[in-house]
């Protein structure tokens, strides 16, 4: 069966590889649209450090149960849309020992670590899967980078008493949104990109700022009695929004990390002891798949939306390529499998 490679930075390909054999405990799934994360144009580009060429991507995976092990629970049948978990956890590491297993410390993702879910065919081990009756395969698709900054969300412990600075208008970054609407929070939303901002606005953000236009400092002190916000998640993965997390959130706030920045970052660590704040760093997701879904299931939101173009398999590269030159167009893009 076909499956799409990156095989060096901006060099991809299609390669046949054999198909997949579900054991007594896994399901078959044939894959149906898959969500390019991040993580995934990083590789393209040459810059993410937690992966080895040549890789195959995709571990936002929707798709249905075409055949299942003798011991796959009856919830999953033949025919279910479901989404996949794409996380490993050793069980022994400190992490494992004590249930964060979303940032075990062997973790292998599906396309980063280990070889992903941009194929006809997958086989998983049931206690991946996540099915739902009401939400179509796009929005299945959604499902993992939401859950993403969801969890980012939990790691804040937002609350609706809380005014939550979000940098990053991202599928991840739309995630912690969510998020902070559903817990009743006050969210202000910072990006440079004014289509991306929009979209925020309909997702629920009570606030929006065009960083590349607008004073965020001079917004975030006016909105806050020159107090600053409970709570900054960075979800954007640039070295200034970093120092911007620490130094436009109160005393005693809370401070939660989700993008990657490839440069060091030069952080005032008196801010984060004279506020004493709480920082964090937050990974994956953790026990919040079907909470997720569930919220999506509600339809409150405008979900399918965040999805700026789907392309053909046979067109994944162009995707990389679209991406590439026009980042800020791009909120989330899916790769129609089956066409």
């Known amino acids: 069966m ?74 999953l049948q033949l025919g279910d849309a479901v989404m996949v978990s794409p996380y490993t956890h050793c069980g022994t590491c400190p992490a494992c020992r004590i249930g964060r297993t979303n940032t075990c410390q062997l973790n292998q993702t599906f396309g980063v670590q280990r070889d992903g879910a941009l194929t006809e065919k997958l086989a998983v081990h049931s206690g991946k899967i996540f099915k739902s009756t009401q939400l179509s395969l796009q929005e299945l698709a959604l499902v993992e980078p939401l859950s993403v900054g969801y969890h980012a969300a939990n790691r804040g412990k937002v609350s609706e008493t809380d005014k939550v600075l979000i940098f990053g208008c991202g599928a991840i970054g739309m995630g912690v949104l969510a998020a902070c609407v559903r817990k009743g929070a006050t969210a202000i939303v910072v990006d440079i990109d004014n289509s991306k901002l929009e979209h925020a606005r309909k997702m629920g953000a009570h606030y929006t700022i065009n960083s590349l236009e607008q004073s965020t400092e001079k917004i975030v002190a006016g909105l806050t009695d020159n107090e600053g916000v409970n709570i900054a998640i960075e979800a954007a993965g640039i070295p200034s929004t970093f120092k911007q997390a620490i130094e436009l959130v109160t005393y005693a706030g809370r401070v939660v990390y989700i993008g990657y920045t490839k440069n060091e970052v030069a952080l005032e660590t008196k801010l984060i002891v004279r506020k004493e704040l709480q920082v964090s760093g937050s990974r994956n997701a953790l026990h919040v798949f079907p909470s997720v879904i569930k919220m999506l299931e509600k339809g409150d939101l405008p979900f399918t939306s965040l999805v700026t173009k789907v392309f053909s398999f046979e067109k994944t590269g162009d995707a990389l390529r679209f991406w590439d030159e026009n980042p800020g167009k791009v909120v989330k893009l899916l790769i129609d499998v089956k066409k």
Not at 3 to 21: L, Q, Y
Not at 36 to 56: K, W
């Open 2 to 75: 076909k499956a799409f490679r990156i095989t060096n930075p901006g060099k991809t390909d299609f390669i046949d590889i054999p198909e997949p054999i579900a054991g007594p405990d896994d399901v078959l799934l044939e894959i149906n649209y898959i969500g390019l994360c991040g993580s995934d144009l990083s590789t393209f580009r040459g810059t993410m450090p937690m992966m080895d060429y040549p890789r195959i991507p995709g571990h936002e995976i929707a798709g249905r149960i075409i055949g299942k092990g003798k011991n796959v629970p009856d919830t």
